[in-house]
């Protein structure tokens, strides 16, 4: 247990579905993120929220959508998704200082699979 | 760009000493990380090394040279429940962390 949540852990959907990942973390940090991980590939680093204001999108198409409503929460949108979409997304939390230490806290993931 | 280097796959027999290696390239550099991955778990985090030299934290050890861009992860005593994913990550310029691919470690009996 590593104070991060997310759900669902595992969801199927259709190209046409709308779906959307939740996370919740409980450790009080400020920057939270969204990675894919695909099989043998490197974590792949989606968004970057801190204080709530995102910082980092790295060319992340349009039918993903962050949304980060308070510290503690991060959402995922997910509209008209691919089957190369289909991975394990990853959300992770930590305290990020001026001083740079970033140790990320990560939740246990959703296996995405579309269809 | 930003590069992280590891083995893919590794296999190892318990009770003995395993050293997983890892070469990066990151514009800046603020640090390296090792976390394991277990099949189907979130990555927890094992070590941060900043300075070069070695850090020991029980069973397992980390390493960094800065000058050579590489560091190493040592693991003594090697027990079937280390069969797992480990991942190497560099903390960029920006303090984000750019991963490698992750190396399986593979325990036999």
């Known amino acids: 247990e590593t104070g991060v949540t997310q759900t669902p852990r595992h969801l199927v959907m259709g190209m046409t579905n709308k779906k959307s990942l939740k996370c919740e973390q409980h450790?009080?940090?400020?920057?939270m993120y969204w990675y894919k991980q695909s099989a043998k590939k490197p974590l792949e680093l989606m968004f970057v929220?801190?204080?709530?204001?995102?910082?980092e999108n790295n060319s992340v198409p349009s039918r993903f959508s962050p949304e980060c409503p308070n510290s503690s929460h991060l959402f995922l949108h997910l509209h008209t998704l691919q089957p190369e979409d289909s991975a394990l997304y990853l959300c992770?939390?930590?305290?990020?200082?001026?001083?740079?230490?970033?140790?990320?806290?990560f939740g246990p993931g959703t296996r995405l699979t579309v269809l | 760009g930003q590069n992280i280097d590891q083995p893919t796959e590794m296999t190892a027999t318990e009770g003995a000493i395993v050293q997983i290696n890892c070469t990066y390239q990151?514009?800046?550099?603020?640090?390296l990380f090792w976390y394991q991955q277990h099949a189907g778990e979130a990555p927890t985090f094992l070590s941060y090394?900043?300075l070069d030299g070695l850090e020991e934290k029980g069973r397992f050890s980390s390493f960094l040279s800065r000058s050579k861009g590489y560091s190493y992860l040592l693991l003594k005593e090697l027990q079937m429940k280390d069969s797992a994913s480990y991942l190497c990550?560099?903390?960029?310029?920006?303090?984000?962390?750019?991963w490698g691919a992750g190396t399986k470690l593979i325990i036999k009996p």
């Open positions: 992770a939390s930590s305290h990020r200082t001026s001083g740079g230490y970033n140790e990320q806290f």
């Open positions: 990151t514009s800046g550099f603020n640090g």
């Open positions: 090394n900043v």
């Open positions: 990550a560099a903390s960029d310029s920006n303090y984000q962390l750019i």
């Open positions: 450790l009080g940090h400020n920057a």
């Open positions: 929220y801190n204080f709530k204001e995102q910082t």
